[in-house]
């Protein structure tokens, strides 16, 4: 069989498949891979909150994680993930505050974690997750609620009642935790002040109504901060022990969670990522949809687009989020991958939600010229830095639209393009890679994902006719393995997921690169009749570190690849 004929049988498969996961009003929900995490943290906080009312989902959640359980006695993040640190520590957190622990899951902690008393479970907690508390301390909180942490003091205070300044000053302020985890710092700090004694706690107190009030504005409609369980779990469990299980917030938290809770017992690190997955399908599949569909589609994205300023982060109206659900916040990437995606469907024509959007993304940009995920000048942590992958998803989204836009408008786009691409080049490696901030391979020795970096920037940038330094390309070439498919980095195992986003990048030369083009379709043909084309790979980074798999990756990065 030719290359060719190849490329056929699968582009046919895959894009009848991803046809038929649509939902009713046009968008694609996708599936997000169930959580030992997310699982953990949720049935741990509902017992705190009403062990009785909530029996059945505590029961499930808990049989879940029994029957997930390594042979080691540890979890990963996902199934398909290896055993660690974190979700380790929370599914014994909670089964040990269930009264059902493993003994095996006790001897790992002692033994291959080092972790024998609590100084040094607290101490390679922090270390693990370094100046960045944000992840850090809440699970420290829930070991403590567990008892096993006795000592409050060993740690770190999150100050909450900063909480209550204006959300303009938070930039200035060198918060302990990122942009987007203002709810965890109120309720972890109010529980901390209650628990640990000082002589400041009176003086703190005072702020706790000021506070609760900023928390039940920060909450959505839905009761989930961020669609995430772990964040509504971890905020919910500290309330309900600060004495404040009939609040409010406490209360819609806990229905958020009965309300997401899967049908296999467990619960997925985020609900979906609706907004995301179809962007992404819409870019894969582009002219193959037909011409009434694609209009349908573009008015259901334009509707999702943010009308107000957003009240967690404080983003102005014109972005877009992972989902069109209520707990979703606007970021760079989402709003770029809408914007892509309405140039697709449109076939260019202006409408006045993308002015918005690009007006939103030159807003967000930083001082240094890269764009951050959430917030502008939001410090030193990493989730709030420019990152490579996001700027360069911002170039082509920009891009694509400069020239339809107003004409004074066109002119602060393109300054922005010019800056953005000046920082993307000024921060490639010496190899000809960039690190992304959202995405890695689990299977790497140091978890990260350069060729899905250097793969994504080069085939945005050179979508957008910025041409990229040879080095970029180079790099990608010499990371293919000897099966034609590549890893996140030299000799790592080869994906497909991985493999698609490389195609994607060496598409644009396409002439010198034909052999490696053709070695990376056999790759693909030989999972495709292995019945391994469509099987997950956990290559998503969320939040602190947290792995995951999504059902649509594969679809979406393939039939792009393909075609």
């Known amino acids: 069989?030719?290359?060719?004929?190849?490329?056929e049988v699968m582009l046919n498969d895959a894009t009848e498949r991803l046809l038929s996961m649509?939902?009713?009003?046009?968008m694609w929900e996708g599936h997000l891979s169930s959580s030992a995490i997310s699982t953990s943290v949720s049935i741990f906080a509902l017992s705190v909150i009403d062990r009785q009312e909530y029996a059945h989902e505590i029961q499930c959640g808990t049989?879940?994680?029994?029957?997930t359980i390594k042979p080691e006695g540890a979890w990963g993040d996902s199934v398909e993930s290896p055993v660690n640190m974190t979700a380790t520590l929370l599914s014994y957190t909670a089964l040990t505050h269930l009264g059902q622990?493993?003994?095996a899951t006790e001897k790992y902690i002692r033994e291959t974690l080092g972790w024998r008393n609590e100084e040094q479970l607290v101490e390679g907690v922090l270390g693990y997750y370094g100046r960045d508390l944000t992840f850090s301390v809440p699970i420290l909180m829930m070991c403590a609620l567990a008892g096993i942490v006795s000592d409050w003091k060993r740690i770190p205070p999150f100050p909450f009642e900063l909480a209550v300044l204006p959300q303009s000053t938070f930039r200035f302020l060198n918060l302990p935790v990122v942009s987007y985890a203002i709810p965890a710092l109120i309720a972890v700090g109010i529980l901390q002040n209650r628990r640990r004694h000082t002589w400041l706690t009176g003086v703190r107190e005072w702020f706790v109504p000021k506070a609760l009030r900023v928390l039940t504005k920060l909450q959505p409609e839905d009761g989930g901060f961020l669609e995430a369980a772990p964040l509504t779990a971890f905020v919910s469990m500290c309330l309900a022990e600060a004495g404040l299980k009939e609040h409010p917030v406490t209360l819609a938290c806990a229905r958020f969670l009965r309300h997401t809770l899967r049908e296999d017992g467990a619960w997925p690190i985020d609900t979906n990522l609706a907004g995301w997955v179809t962007s992404l399908s819409c870019r894969a599949l582009g002219n193959l949809l037909p011409e009434t569909e694609r209009k349908t589609l573009a008015d259901v994205i334009r509707s999702n687009a943010t009308t107000q300023k957003h009240p967690f982060t404080g983003a102005p109206k014109g972005g877009w989020g992972w989902t069109n659900l209520s707990g979703s916040v606007p970021d760079g990437d989402d709003t770029s991958g809408a914007l892509v995606a309405l140039h697709t469907l449109l076939d260019g024509q202006y409408v006045p939600e993308v002015g918005a959007g690009i007006d939103w993304l030159i807003h967000l940009q930083n001082r240094d010229g890269g764009m951050p995920t959430f917030c502008r000048g939001w410090g030193k942590l990493p989730f709030d830095r420019s990152t490579p992958d996001i700027t360069a998803h911002a170039i082509l989204a920009m891009s694509l639209w400069v020239e339809h836009l107003p004409s004074d408008q066109q002119s602060r786009c393109q300054r922005s393009i010019d800056r953005?691409?000046?920082w993307i080049k000024k921060t490639m490696s010496k190899e000809g890679a960039w690190i992304p901030l959202w995405f890695g391979d689990q299977d790497a020795s140091d978890e990260k994902n350069p060729v899905y970096g250097a793969a994504t920037i080069i085939d945005y940038l050179q979508t957008a006719g910025i041409?990229?330094?040879?080095?970029?390309?180079?790099f990608l070439l010499s990371c293919q393995n000897a099966d034609g498919g590549w890893g996140g980095n030299k000799g790592?195992?080869?994906k497909v997921t991985l493999t698609a986003k490389a195609l994607c990048a060496l598409r644009h030369y396409q002439t010198e690169c034909n052999e490696a083009i053709r070695r990376g379709v056999d790759y693909f043909y030989a999972q495709f009749e292995a019945g391994t084309l469509y099987q997950r790979e956990p290559i998503g980074l969320y939040f602190s570190r947290l792995w995951y798999s999504e059902q649509l990756y594969n679809y979406t990065y393939l039939i792009q690849a393909l075609r």
Not at 1 to 7: A, H, L, N, S, Y
Not at 22 to 26: A, F, I, L, P, T
Not at 467 to 474: G, T, V
């Open 1 to 7: 069989m030719t290359t060719k004929e190849k490329i």
């Open 22 to 26: 649509r939902r009713e009003d046009g």
């Open 420 to 422: 953005m691409t000046a």
């Open 63 to 67: 049989r879940w994680l029994l029957d």
């Open 467 to 474: 041409p990229m330094e040879p080095e970029a390309k180079d």
């Open 492 to 494: 790592v195992g080869s």
């Open 101 to 103: 622990v493993p003994v």
